[in-house]
């Protein structure tokens, strides 16, 4: 199971899971919000589970629209 | 106030066509649009041909974060409403949002979305099941994406009807105009070509198992033997008449009257008085008699039981008159699809009101009954008054009398 995602990957999976097309630094700038890039709740929900199902983020992780690409970058394993 | 829904705009998405720039020459030419489905691929199933939208992607059509969250019956659904605003020149930020709304007919829902979330939940797991899922299956997705695309705020629902909710939509859109909404969207769509959905409608036995996409439909005939599905769907503008006027719009058709009954799953020979009785309550509503009954767009079935009463119903309804009276099944060329079918029947009646051509039944030549059906090339004809009828599969029949707009203003009431 890969565990490591850069910027660009993580951006590529937003994109593929809700449609919106995010760059990888648009995920890196820690101003901007789920809300700012067009994401909505069930966006980041879906989100977070891809990266739970095939990426080793913790089960009990929760995100919110009004957080950051850049936060649940934080939350991958191996990073900080 | 007139109590009248007219029809400003229509937008259609069909294996015929998409728009009805491509769909009116089809139908009138009567272009076979069927052909074997190239959707599952490999079809293990016997039904091998039918009407699919080939050439439709979302994309250009479908915003891509709503591409994500839907499927493929809510594309159509939203493609159409594009077409049909553009076609009536709407801008829908011109009508207060509270009045204007949305009605569509579904038969299958999101069923090619649902079943690949439904894999995921069988093959990996609840964890595996996207968010998305609770709202794409769903029959409400089209009016809802159609809604808050088009931020339209108006009385606003589904009916889940059998077949025939695709005119019963068109009635209830009529009902919110006269209870003041001055705009509704108005139509169905279906996207059934999934291994899913091909089995809840295998079975219904009465889909053609015909290799041949020239024979595979041929309501009214003796060779009749199931009809050929389709996918693809239609949107209709609908106005309050007093409206459409105001702002200039050019008014395609009246929407005059409508009648439904029910007659009980697979007893297609009950139907016979069913539809009659729904075609004589929405021309009593019209405030016609079936004298006034120009042509007759039909519902077509390609069951030998259920094309005899539907010509039975005819009969009784035009009396001498029906060996005369122009009908026609257009749906032969392309499929029926299934709630959205009726909605394609009533765009195409609109446009032979329209253009004052009956089209063709493509692909029949014999009728077996005493009918007038319209075979090879459209007929040109004054068209007034025209009556299409609808069957569901499970016992829906139902009516919808359409008038060319420069008839007298009758019913709706």
């Known amino acids: 199971?890969?565990?490591?995602?850069?910027?660009?990957?993580?951006?590529?999976?937003?994109?593929?899971?809700?449609?919106?097309?995010?760059?990888?630094?648009?995920?890196?700038?820690?101003?901007?919000?789920?809300?700012?890039?067009?994401?909505?709740?069930?966006?980041?929900?879906?989100?977070?589970?891809?990266?739970?199902?095939?990426?080793?983020?913790?089960?009990?992780?929760?995100?919110?629209?009004?957080?950051?690409?850049?936060?649940l970058?934080?939350?991958?394993?191996?990073?900080? | 106030m007139s109590p009248?829904?007219?029809?400003?705009?229509?937008?259609?998405?069909?294996?015929?066509?998409?728009?009805?720039?491509?769909?009116?020459?089809?139908?009138?030419?009567?272009?076979?649009?069927?052909?074997?489905?190239?959707?599952?691929?490999?079809?293990?199933?016997?039904?091998?041909?039918?009407?699919?939208?080939?050439?439709?992607?979302?994309?250009?059509?479908?915003?891509?974060?709503?591409?994500?969250?839907?499927?493929?019956?809510?594309?159509?659904?939203?493609?159409?409403?594009?077409?049909?605003?553009?076609?009536?020149?709407?801008?829908p930020a011109a009508v207060g949002p509270f009045e204007f709304g949305v009605m569509t007919a579904s038969y299958s829902g999101g069923v090619e979305f649902g079943q690949r979330e439904i894999e995921r939940l069988w093959r990996n797991g609840p964890e595996h099941v996207g968010p998305y899922q609770s709202i794409a299956w769903f029959y409400a997705a089209c009016s809802g994406q159609v809604s808050i695309g088009n931020g339209l705020r108006g009385p606003s629902g589904v009916l889940v009807a059998d077949e025939a909710g695709g005119l019963d939509a068109l009635a209830a859109a009529g009902g919110?105009?006269?209870?003041?909404?001055?705009?509704?969207?108005?139509?169905?769509?279906?996207?059934?070509?999934?291994?899913?959905?091909?089995?809840?409608?295998l079975g219904l036995g009465l889909l053609s198992t015909s290799r041949d996409p020239a024979t595979a439909y041929q309501p009214f005939t003796g060779q009749a033997g199931g009809f050929a599905p389709a996918e693809g769907g239609a949107m209709l503008v609908v106005e309050d008449a007093d409206a459409a006027r105001s702002r200039g719009a050019a008014v395609k058709a009246v929407v005059a009257g409508h009648g439904a009954t029910y007659t009980g799953r697979r007893q297609f020979d009950q139907s016979a008085q069913g539809l009659l009785r729904a075609a004589t309550d929405a021309l009593a509503e019209?405030?016609?008699?079936?004298?006034g009954v120009d042509a007759v767009f039909l519902d077509a079935m390609a069951d030998p039981s259920a094309d005899a009463a539907e010509a039975e119903a005819v009969r009784l309804l035009l009396?001498?008159?029906?060996?005369?009276?122009?009908?026609?099944?257009?749906?032969?060329?392309?499929?029926?699809?299934?709630?959205?079918?009726?909605?394609?029947?009533?765009?195409?009646?609109?446009?032979?009101?329209?253009?004052?051509?009956?089209?063709?039944?493509?692909?029949?030549?014999?009728?077996?009954?005493?009918?007038?059906?319209v075979t090879g090339a459209a007929r040109p004809a004054d068209l007034r008054t025209v009556l299409v009828l609808s069957r569901g599969v499970y016992g829906g029949n139902s009516a919808l009398v359409?008038?060319?707009?420069?008839?007298?203003?009758?019913?709706?009431?």
């Open chain 1, 1 to 71: 199971m890969d565990t490591r995602l850069s910027p660009d990957d993580l951006a590529a999976l937003i994109s593929r899971c809700t449609g919106v097309p995010v760059t990888g630094e648009q995920v890196t700038d820690p101003s901007r919000t789920f809300d700012d890039l067009g994401v909505d709740s069930l966006g980041v929900m879906g989100v977070l589970s891809e990266l739970q199902r095939n990426h080793g983020v913790p089960k009990d992780a929760d995100l919110r629209p009004h957080q950051s690409p850049r936060e």
């Open chain 1, 73 to 80: 970058l934080a939350l991958l394993p191996g990073r900080v």
């Open chain 2, 4 to 91: 009248a829904a007219v029809v400003t705009g229509l937008g259609v998405v069909a294996p015929s066509g998409l728009g009805v720039g491509e769909f009116w020459p089809a139908v009138r030419d009567g272009h076979l649009a069927l052909a074997p489905i190239g959707r599952i691929d490999p079809n293990p199933y016997p039904v091998t041909v039918a009407g699919e939208v080939a050439a439709f992607a979302p994309d250009g059509w479908v915003d891509p974060r709503i591409t994500v969250q839907t499927d493929r019956f809510t594309h159509f659904a939203l493609a159409a409403a594009d077409l049909a605003l553009e076609d009536a020149a709407l801008e």
């Open chain 2, 176 to 201: 919110e105009l006269r209870r003041g909404a001055r705009a509704m969207l108005v139509g169905g769509a279906e996207a059934p070509f999934c291994p899913y959905a091909m089995c809840c409608q």
């Open chain 2, 286 to 291: 019209a405030g016609l008699t079936p004298d």
């Open chain 2, 319 to 373: 009396g001498e008159r029906a060996s005369r009276v122009p009908v026609t099944a257009p749906k032969a060329g392309y499929g029926r699809c299934y709630a959205a079918a009726a909605v394609l029947d009533v765009a195409a009646a609109v446009l032979a009101l329209e253009h004052g051509l009956v089209p063709p039944t493509p692909g029949v030549r014999d009728c077996l009954f005493d009918l007038d059906l």
């Open chain 2, 402 to 413: 359409l008038r060319h707009p420069e008839s007298p203003i009758t019913g709706g009431n």
